[in-house]
């Protein structure tokens, strides 16, 4: 099998149960199974002591406290020694003034990387891509995102998605495009003929037409 082939075979898939792993991190070893109850946001970068990864890593931790909010851990992930991790979160604290309060995981074996397909040959044979993998507090993966390594991720985007996801699962509606907090949501449309008959009619919703139907949470 080819090196595509692998990694095809080896990317999770939406809406089945996130992987499980154990690893060393930061913060000592850590379970993926450990988190069910909150949602995680595991994201990978290419190496410590880089300039776009420190960018990432520093407003992940500016945002951290918004993240907690939304019961969602953050856990970063590259393949680097746990002692570089150490050094690195030190060195970001002391020239940025930002302390990374979240573990990241030192996967030397690249055991978490392969099975999460975050190392792709045809971009570094010896670096994970910008990944993204946000899983809900039920352990099902909902949402991932691959990123080229020149192009640092933007975190705004990843607090956006995972608030829209978790409104999804809540409350069994859809995001159009460019939705943010407090913008209208999309009913998803009916089913059968009676129901769009239905719906054309609802008074407590904003109809364009049976299939396009907006309302405010």
């Known amino acids: 099998m080819d090196a595509a082939a692998q990694v095809q075979r080896s990317l999770p898939r939406l809406n089945e149960p996130a992987p499980d792993f154990e ?8 379970k993926l199974s ?26 992940f931790a500016r945002r951290s406290e ?5 019961n969602t851990q953050l856990i970063g992930l590259s393949i680097d020694s746990v002692y570089s991790r150490i050094a690195w979160i030190r060195n ?5 003034g930002v302390k990374v309060d979240y573990p990241l995981i030192a996967d030397l074996d690249t055991k978490v990387a392969q099975l999460y397909g975050m190392i792709h040959p045809g971009a570094s044979s010896t670096a994970t891509v ?7 507090d039920d352990g099902v993966l909902r949402a991932m995102v691959y990123y080229p390594l020149t192009n ?13 996801i978790q409104l999804n699962k809540s409350k069994s509606v859809a995001t159009p495009q460019g939705w ?8 998803p449309p009916p089913l059968t003929q009676q129901g769009a008959e ?20």
Not at 180 to 187: L, Q, T, Y
């Open 23 to 30: 690893a060393v991190s930061t913060q000592g070893p850590i």
């Open 34 to 59: 450990s988190y069910r109850g909150k949602w995680v946001v595991l994201f990978s970068h290419p190496a410590d002591f880089t300039p776009v990864c420190t960018t990432e890593l520093t407003e």
């Open 66 to 70: 918004e993240f907690k909010k939304l």
């Open 92 to 96: 970001m604290e002391q020239h940025f």
């Open 130 to 136: 910008r990944c993204v993998f946000i899983i809900d």
């Open 152 to 164: 640092g991720r933007s975190v705004d985007e990843i607090m956006r998605v995972l608030q829209a």
């Open 180 to 187: 943010k907090p407090g913008d209208k949501v999309i009913v």
């Open 198 to 217: 239905e719906r054309v009619k609802d008074k407590s919703v904003e109809v364009t037409d049976w299939y396009f139907v907006k309302k405010s949470i």
